[in-house]
């Protein structure tokens, strides 16, 4: 079955250690997207890539970076990890963000605790 | 501003119907999501409106009013499983979503 694939599931790391998260899809979607969503909030757009084209959110910190090395997968990278970090990661694509009826698919998430 | 206001919270009861409502305020408007989210898990689509209107599929159902920047979200026969959060999101002018904080719904026997 086609879908987006997120690993680990479960990450744990130290205040300070950088942790990269991945992320793959077999959809084949032009569009890939990281969010962070905290408890009883709205996931938080953190980057998204339209093909190879990188965009960033204004609001999201330096110390997240992300990668796209081809179509299937991409990466959080979180270069120095604080106890705000703690969340879980969302991993979604979309056959193209440019238009309205396109839905976004997503991944299981990864939940990140940070010690 | 951007903004999309739903209920924190709702009960209802197993074969009930409920009503999740949802309003919003974007720059530019490319449509209204729906998405299920179980808890631990990630959200899952569950409808698309971007005509005023009601959208009708099988025991859930979304509506749309452009001039009110209104939604709902109508479930019928409810079932443990719909426990939930369920988060309105809306696609702006950059056909980037904005999300809802999510209305976690409460089923109860």
């Known amino acids: 079955d086609a879908m987006v694939i997120q690993n680990p599931r479960y990450q744990v790391t130290q205040f300070g250690k950088p942790v990269t998260l991945s992320c793959s899809q077999t959809l084949n979607h032009n569009v890939m997207y990281w969010y962070q969503q905290k408890s009883s909030q709205a996931p938080k757009l953190l980057f998204h890539?339209?093909?190879?084209?990188?965009?960033n959110e204004a609001d999201t910190p330096d110390n997240f970076q992300s990668r796209r090395p081809n179509t299937s997968f991409c990466f959080l990278d979180i270069r120095s990890p604080g106890l705000g970090d703690a969340a879980m990661y969302l991993c979604?694509?979309?056959?193209?963000?440019?238009?309205?009826?396109?839905?976004?698919?997503f991944g299981p998430g990864t939940r990140l605790t940070v010690l | 501003g951007q903004n999309i206001d739903q209920p924190t919270e709702m009960t209802a009861t197993e074969g009930a119907i409920v009503q999740i409502n949802c309003t919003y305020q974007?720059?530019?408007?490319?449509?209204l999501f729906w998405y299920q989210q179980h808890a631990g898990e990630a959200p899952t689509f569950l409808s698309y409106?971007?005509l005023d209107g009601l959208e009708e599929k099988g025991r859930f159902s979304s509506f749309l009013s452009r001039s009110k920047g209104y939604s709902y979200l109508l479930l019928k026969e409810l079932q443990m499983k719909d426990s939930a959060s369920y988060l309105c999101a809306t696609m702006d002018s950059n056909y980037q979503l904005i999300w809802g904080a999510g209305t976690k719904l409460i089923i109860k026997p």
């Open positions: 979604a694509t979309s056959r193209d963000g440019g238009t309205g009826a396109n839905e976004q698919f």
């Open positions: 409106n971007v």
């Open positions: 890539y339209y093909d190879k084209d990188f965009n």
């Open positions: 974007t720059s530019g408007f490319n449509g």
